[in-house]
């Protein structure tokens, strides 16, 4: 499975890192995306990152601000957020190809098959 952690509370302008853990499936071969649901909208596509680690920007909102990396030692994929604003107030999950190694494009977000537990970031003063 995969489990997201490190959410919090931030104000606005400060950074914060989440985590994606897995057990039981491998990273190592897999791209690994990031999603946020924010209250009261659908899922939006984040990024992704490929086998390679080469970085796929889904969303022009985060270009800049947000980049994804991963531990294939630990079996952990990370989100590195820096200048938060309260639009990034959502949970954030993040989820696999498993075995698939390259990013899909963003009119095949669906592809992504496998799904961990989000983690809420709140961005407020």
């Known amino acids: 499975q995969l489990q997201a952690s490190g959410g919090g509370s931030v104000q606005p302008g400060g950074s914060l890192r989440v985590s994606c853990a897995a057990s039981g499936v491998t990273l190592r071969y897999s791209a690994i995306g990031w999603f946020r649901q924010a209250p009261g909208k659908g899922r939006e596509g984040l990024l992704c990152?490929?086998?390679?680690?080469?970085?796929?920007y889904y969303t022009d909102s985060v270009t800049g601000r947000f980049t994804i990396s991963r531990d294939n030692d630990k079996n952990t994929a990370y989100l590195q957020m820096i200048s938060l604003k309260p639009e990034d107030t959502a949970v954030y999950h993040c989820?696999?190809?498993?075995?698939?190694?390259?990013?899909?494009?963003?009119?095949?977000?669906?592809?992504?098959?496998?799904w961990g537990q989000g983690t809420l970031v709140t961005v407020s003063s």
């Open positions: 990152i490929n086998q390679s680690g080469s970085i796929t």
């Open positions: 989820a696999t190809l498993r075995g698939r190694a390259s990013c899909p494009p963003l009119t095949r977000l669906n592809e992504f098959s496998y």
